[in-house]
């Protein structure tokens, strides 16, 4: 099992930026992606951003992408979103998750990942 800890989120007005950080303890060898997700009030969750845990291939939700950068630190065990050009429809509760090696199907569908964090909110004032 791998526990999953997120901070950094906040308060920032359109424009601005923020970094979220994961950090991923218990049984981190057994991870083959991370993501990050997002949900607002009265909608599903959604895919932001993925990145593999070994190799650092990458994959952005369209509506982010030039805007959002996923990363990892290995050592630290440690993925990072980070957040430029915020607008208002950011404001959301956004989640780490970690995917085991076995799963297969699509990568940004939130049902295919193993273990969630319990969030960090994000709102974005215009």
């Known amino acids: 099992q791998v526990q999953l800890v997120e901070s950094g989120g906040g308060l920032v007005q359109a424009g601005g930026s923020l970094r979220l950080s994961c950090a991923a303890s218990g049984r981190t060898f057994g991870v083959s992606i991370m993501g990050w997700f997002r949900q607002a009030p009265g909608k599903e969750r959604e895919f932001v951003a993925a990145v593999t845990w070994t190799g650092g291939i990458t994959d952005y939700a369209d509506f982010v992408k030039g805007r959002f950068t996923i990363s990892r630190d290995n050592a630290k065990r440690t993925v990072y979103l980070q957040m430029n050009s915020l607008k208002p429809d950011d404001t959301a509760v956004y989640y780490c998750?970690?995917?085991?090696?076995?799963?297969?199907?699509?990568?940004?569908?939130?049902?295919?990942?193993?273990?969630w964090g319990q969030g960090t909110q994000v709102t974005v004032s215009s």
């Open positions: 998750a970690a995917r085991a090696p076995y799963r297969t199907g699509i990568y940004y569908q939130s049902s295919n990942y193993d273990s």
